[in-house]
């Protein structure tokens, strides 16, 4: 009798322990997922940023075509495109994401002054391409973001947690807007 009660502990022992180690895996694999799915989002929106990346230099070279003494401003765009082309990290791509966006605006405002700019077709083909890159980017930030906060509250809530320590699991950032400026939308539509 003594030896039946025995095994059955040891067997209700093992029975936990087996539930335990199922779900340590589920919570790691759940991590794992949503880490993936983070970068995933983070590539796709990357996507968007090269191709605005790109476009910014025939925008440049349009607009010094037409204002040539606003160097300033044509400077800022090309700073902040090096920026981001020197990024290491998500967080800078994010800091040179955030400058170019503000150096953008400028340039369109500096872009008012110019009559002859604004009637440019090259410019307004530019000026269109730009608004649908605009409209991609802020779409897919807004999927990032989502997903990021998934990832995140997995991080840090009980007890998944406790897994995300012991496994390395950190924060990813928001893809947010630095400034109250950069907050206003970049106008890309002339009169």
């Known amino acids: 009798m003594e030896f039946g009660l025995g095994l059955i502990g040891l067997l209700g022992l093992l029975g ?8 340590a895996i589920g919570q790691y694999n759940m991590l794992v997922k949503l880490r993936n799915a983070v970068e995933e989002a983070f590539s796709t929106m990357d996507v968007y940023l090269k191709k605005r990346f790109d476009l910014v230099p025939n925008l440049v070279e349009t607009v010094k075509g037409f204002a040539a003494h606003e160097s300033g401003v044509l ?4 700073e902040a495109r090096s920026m981001i082309q020197s990024a290491t990290t998500t967080e800078q791509k994010i800091e040179g994401e955030n400058m170019l966006t503000g150096a953008l605006r400028s340039l369109f405002a500096v872009s008012e ?20 890159i605009e409209t991609d980017i802020a779409q897919s930030r807004k999927f990032y973001n989502g997903v990021v906060k998934q990832f995140n509250n ?28 950069e907050r206003e939308a970049v106008a890309v539509s002339f009169a």
């Open 113 to 132: 002054a110019y009559p002859d700019l604004k009637a440019n077709q090259n410019f307004l083909d530019l000026q269109r391409q730009l608004n649908v």
């Open 75 to 78: 400077q800022a765009v090309t």
């Open 16 to 23: 936990l322990l087996a539930v335990l180690a199922l779900w």
């Open 154 to 181: 997995r991080v840090e809530m009980f007890p998944s947690n406790i897994f995300a320590n012991i496994f390395g699991f950190t924060r990813f950032p928001f893809f947010e807007v630095a400034s109250e400026v």
